[in-house]
T-cell receptor
Framework: NAGVMQNPRHLVRRRGQEARLRCSPMKGHSHVYWYRQLPEEGLKFMVY????????ESGMPKERFSAEFPKEGPSILRIQQVVRGDSAAYFC????????????FGPGTRLTVT | GESVGLHLPTLSVQEGDNSIINCAYS??????FIWYKQESGKGPQFIID?????DKRQGQRVTVLLNKTVKHLSLQIAATQPGDSAVYFC?????????????FGAGTRLAVHP
């Protein structure tokens, strides 16, 4: 059973471009969480999604950021018009039932905005 | 000894010694807690968990202690090994809004010296 997969692992974007981060949950998992981690800091919750639904996006900036988890395919975190402050590691975690001890993390995508 | 770095506090220990990593959590209503280990360039990895109706739980070489009175959590690692070198995060499950949500602490870097 493959773990949570994220791609790309490293992404470089110029200011103003769009960044698209993908997360493929573990097989059978219908809950996905996105977190952002700045260097030398802890993980900050961004958004919690179930298939085709956003459950909680309270940690996501109101502008430029969006997330989706379609019925088929990976979950996507989209950042439009990136700025240098968006440079961070973005982790997703998946869970089969939304229970906290069942969150399995992916390896992360490291976004660098130049 | 313990020192405070630019952002993450660092705990330096000798191989074979016991390590104690501390965490203060914020929400007295949190019902569940997890310790994660994060190695450089990787996603967080589950170590051990504890429910709020317990004050101690032991795993293999690790013990978690919970003091709800002062909202304090600690992770004890026995006979610390070089492979234990990583950043350790505590996370609390707030359970607000009718679903589970993990809030991560700031993290502590554990450096194990031979």
């Amino acid at each position: 059973n493959a773990g949570v997969m994220q791609n790309p692992r490293h992404l470089v974007r110029r200011r103003g471009q769009e960044a698209r981060l993908r997360c493929s949950p573990m097989k059978g998992h219908s809950h996905v969480y996105w977190y952002r981690q700045l260097p030398e800091e802890g993980l900050k919750f961004m958004v919690y999604l179930q298939k085709e639904n956003i459950i909680d996006e309270s940690g996501m900036p109101k502008e430029r950021f969006s997330a989706e988890f379609p019925k088929e395919g990976p979950s996507i975190l989209r950042i439009q018009q990136v700025v240098r402050g968006d440079s961070a590691a973005y982790f997703c975690a998946s869970s089969p039932r939304g229970l906290p001890y069942e969150q399995y993390f992916g390896p992360g995508t490291r976004l660098t905005v130049t | 000894g313990e020192s405070v770095g630019l952002h993450l506090p660092t705990l330096s220990v000798q191989e074979g010694d016991n390590s104690i990593i501390n965490c203060a959590y914020s929400n007295s209503a949190s019902d569940y807690f997890i310790w994660y280990k994060q190695e450089s360039g990787k996603g967080p990895q589950f170590i051990i968990d504890i429910r709020s109706n317990m004050d101690k739980r032991q795993g293999q070489r690790v013990t978690v202690l919970l003091n709800k009175t002062v909202k304090h959590l600690s992770l004890q690692i026995a006979a610390t090994q070089p492979g234990d070198s990583a950043v350790y995060f505590c996370a609390e499950n707030t359970g607000s809004g009718g679903y589970n949500k993990l809030i991560f602490g700031a993290g502590t870097r554990l450096a194990v010296h031979p």
